[in-house]
């Protein structure tokens, strides 16, 4: 009786293993074999295999996947998906078919924002139209189908205009979103009373963050000011707070994302009045503590953006005199120094000469550092 239990538990295992092969050797001829094979469970794992791996896509595989389109509903939402994962532009008319006779199918609007296709842009501004016209809230999906395809588009710049006094949050940031990415200058009027709105929570936050983007890629200089404007604004704040002698991790933090990324947007529009603020906010550093401001990653991460965005935009441009004093007084001023040497490490313009200048300032000098004293500049070659 051991012996055939011993032989059936070895019979189970080799099957297992034989199954676990075959599912690790699953290729897409075998994903094309189940599409049209047209069963449920062939339909599934075939769509499955497209939606993962869209490099693997073919002709063939966009012919099996058109056909499973008639299939029904529960097979073709993965469908769906895996023609959008895989931009089969083919698909762009069926699509707007079955969206005109049942406008509320949501995955098809993102599935035409994910493909791409320009030709499904005025048809999902009509239906945003409509939605708008009969007051009833926009679907994300859809404000997202429209963001996506709105490039360079004036004619979606009323539209998204309108969203974005969505009560929807997902709606409001697709619309900014989409307003960058018309480039309209009819947009920034309202982008600039987005970004100034002082509303609290994540949200609020991560719309502001969403309109410095969208501001970014406009790129006048009117939305540069507007930028500006909100940098200036964030910056007080921020360095109110970090000029206290222990600021908490959570008052730093209602800030510094929200500041770096204003870094990352001014970088984007390559204005010359973005390069000289930026250069004007490096004399805070030497004005605080940075022992205290370093040992919060918030703070680090502020730094870090800093010099990004002045690195994209000073570009081959020699070093400002009034920046190299900043630094020397940063070498100068405490041990925390070698956290900034490591941001400047990884700007590319600061090169291994600049640091050495720094590092020949600081030589021989030290700070205190609770009873110890340890060198200004502690960061080695």
């Known amino acids: 009786m051991r012996a055939m239990l011993v032989v059936s538990l070895l019979l189970t295992c080799a099957v297992a293993v034989g199954q676990d092969r075959v599912k690790g050797e699953y290729m897409p001829k075998d994903a094309l074999r189940d599409l049209r094979g047209g069963t449920h ?13 869209p490099d693997k896509y073919s002709r063939a595989a966009g012919d099996a996947l058109l056909a499973a389109l008639g299939r029904p509903e529960g097979d073709r939402l993965l469908v769906v998906n895996a023609l959008a994962a895989c931009k089969e532009q083919r698909a762009v008319e069926r699509f707007l078919e079955m ?35 009969d007051k009833r809230e926009v679907p994300c999906e859809l404000a997202g189908g429209v963001a996506a395809l709105c490039a360079d588009d004036e004619a979606s710049v009323p539209v998204l205009l309108r ?12 619309a900014a979103e989409g307003l960058g990415r018309t480039r309209s200058k009819k947009a920034i009027g309202r982008l600039g009373e987005m970004i100034a709105a002082e509303d609290k929570g994540f949200d609020a936050e991560l719309e502001r963050m969403v309109c410095a983007g969208a501001l970014a890629h406009i790129g006048t200089e009117d939305a540069t000011g507007l930028l500006l404007r909100r940098l200036r604004k964030l910056s007080e704040r921020y360095w109110r707070v970090v000029s206290i002698k222990q600021p ?8 510094d994302e929200e500041l770096s990324r204003l870094y990352a947007a001014l970088a984007a529009t390559r204005r010359a009045s973005a ?40 570009g081959k441009q020699v070093m400002p005199d009034g920046f190299e004093k900043t630094v020397a007084v940063l070498a100068d001023k405490n041990y925390c120094a070698n956290v900034f040497a490591r941001c400047l490490r990884d700007v590319r313009q600061w090169s291994d000469k ?28």
């Not at 969203?163 to 697709?174: E, G, I, M, N, P």
């Open 99 to 133: 969206l005109e006779k049942d406008p509320d199918k949501t995955h098809l609007m993102s599935a035409l924002g994910v493909i791409g296709d320009k030709r499904a842009l005025a048809p999902l501004l009509r239906l945003t139209r409509r939605y708008l016209d």
């Open 248 to 255: 908490e991790e959570s008052r730093l933090t209602d800030t």
């Open 275 to 314: 390069l000289a603020a930026v250069i004007g906010g490096f004399d805070h550093y030497a004005q605080v503590d940075l022992r205290v401001l370093f040992n919060h990653h918030t703070a680090r991460s502020v730094l870090w953006h800093h010099l990004k965005c002045f690195e994209n935009l000073s």
């Open 41 to 53: 469970e062939g339909i599934i794992r075939g769509a499955e295999y497209f939606l993962l791996h």
């Open 354 to 381: 600049n640091l050495h200048s720094v590092r020949e300032r600081a030589k021989g000098r030290e700070v205190m550092l609770g009873a110890r004293r340890v060198p200004a500049f502690p960061y080695g070659d």
């Open 163 to 174: 969203l974005t006094h969505s009560t929807d949050a997902k709606v409001r940031r697709s």
